[in-house]
């Protein structure tokens, strides 16, 4: 590790989260899903222009692309990429993002105050807090997500990019940096050109807290289901109705509840009702199928339409169907064949004094995509927690550390 200063990341990452770039699952068909996502994309193309950076591009689907030329004698190693993604989820408001660092002495983690109650988060619902007294964090007012994924990722790799332009004597092969939009709805790096891109191998910044390196992520699939009624009137509904809703109701108890996210953990997968809405005439559910084992995928989504059809069964005709879409794969099918990318995240961690934990991704990221389509990408931990809600944080320290991995780890294939 270099004796370099501390990075900026911390006020790049206060700058960024400030910027609303909210996803849109309803606009999932355009890419980005959002306009506002390029408020970012070309602030960061700017300041990568600005720090050097040569081939600073902004696609009209606000995928940000650089190239950073490699250190003295590593000109003819393979590039590496490094990836983050600019969206955040819609699931929180993102908009009007208030960060502020707060001293943490210990008891509730508490972001702000809502409607007179305190917003937070205790030890006991988050254990990693009895290990962060007196650490400085970043937290919201306690209205918003704070945004941390993925622009604490995104902040990480802009201050890495400053530092090694501040400092020309740090080893690493020639960079190329790509900020993607709508990771959080599935899309990610669906659109970006792999050849022009032109590294071997990437990875993702966009994990949890500080040391978890991921290369197994779910198998992935959404599935829509749509309920038929027959509406009339309940006076004269005896043996005519048929309610959408009690439908979709009867549907979703044919589910085991033990399938659902709030009772899995590790490798276990779930079922996962995202949103319903129903009338009498007509219901729609949305859920998300995630499992790491293809096989136990596959009898997740198989089971889903025998429910279907045990419901068509009981009603002697068809009003229910799903609909299947497969959003990713495990990419541990892919990375798994590249074993040194484990080692060199392994090690660059362990430089940084960070002892690495390899975990299976319960999620996915655009690392997933890229390997399958040819560029095998591991994911990075970001430092953040309690992601997609109102008591999102992350420590100032696991920021600067993780600008000091990413060094660490560049020097590595230099």
């Not at 807090?129 to 007196?134: K, R």
């Not at 990075?380 to 780890?409: D, I, K, Q």
């Amino acid at each position: 590790m270099s004796d370099t200063a501390p990075s900026d990341v911390l006020e790049r990452f206060m700058r960024y989260v400030r910027i609303d770039t909210t996803s849109s699952d309803e606009h999932c068909d355009r890419v980005p899903s959002t306009e506002r996502q390029f408020d970012l994309a070309r602030l960061l193309a700017q300041e990568l222009e600005e720090l050097g950076a040569h081939d600073v591009q902004v696609s009209e689907h606000a995928y940000v692309t650089a190239r950073i030329a490699a250190s003295e004698g590593a000109e003819d190693r393979p590039a590496l990429g490094l990836i983050a993604h600019l969206d955040t989820t819609e699931v929180v408001s993102g908009t009007n993002v208030n960060p502020r660092v707060v001293r943490y002495e210990g008891g509730p983690l508490v972001a702000g105050e809502v409607g007179g109650a305190p917003v937070q988060i205790t030890p006991e619902k988050l254990p990693a807090l009895d290990d962060l007294v007196g650490e400085d964090l970043v937290v919201t007012d306690g209205t918003t997500l704070l945004g941390a994924d993925d622009k604490a990722g995104v902040a990480e790799i802009m201050a890495l990019v400053a530092r090694l332009a501040a400092h020309p004597e740090l080893s690493h092969p020639a960079l190329s940096i790509c900020f993607c939009p709508d990771e959080e709805i599935g899309h990610g790096a669906e659109l970006l050109d792999i050849d022009a891109f032109g590294c071997t191998y990437a990875y993702t910044v966009d994990g949890g807290p500080i040391g978890e390196l991921e290369w197994e992520c779910f198998n992935a699939a959404e599935a829509t289901v749509r309920f038929r009624g027959y509406s009339i009137h309940p006076g004269d509904a005896k043996d005519k109705m048929v309610n959408a809703g009690n439908l979709f109701a009867a549907f979703h108890t044919l589910l085991p509840a033990h399938m659902r996210p709030e009772h899995t953990e590790g490798y276990e997968g779930f079922i996962h009702l995202e949103g319903v809405s129903a009338t009498c005439e007509h219901a729609t559910a949305r859920y998300i199928v995630r499992d790491h084992s293809a096989a136990k995928f596959d009898e997740k989504l198989a089971l889903m339409e025998r429910a279907a059809a045990f419901v068509n069964a009981e009603l002697g005709e068809e009003r229910v169907t799903v609909e299947i879409k497969q959003q990713y794969r495990n990419m541990a099918e892919i990375v798994a064949d590249y074993p040194e990318l484990i080692d060199a995240a392994k090690e660059a961690f362990s430089a940084a004094g960070v002892e690495p934990h390899v975990l299976p991704i319960r999620g996915g990221t655009d690392g997933a995509q890229l390997s399958f389509r040819g560029l095998p990408c591991p994911n990075l931990s970001t430092g953040g927690y309690c992601c997609h809600g109102v008591n999102e944080f992350v420590p100032v320290r696991s920021l600067e550390t993780m600008v000091n991995v990413l060094e660490a780890l560049v020097a590595r294939f230099a």
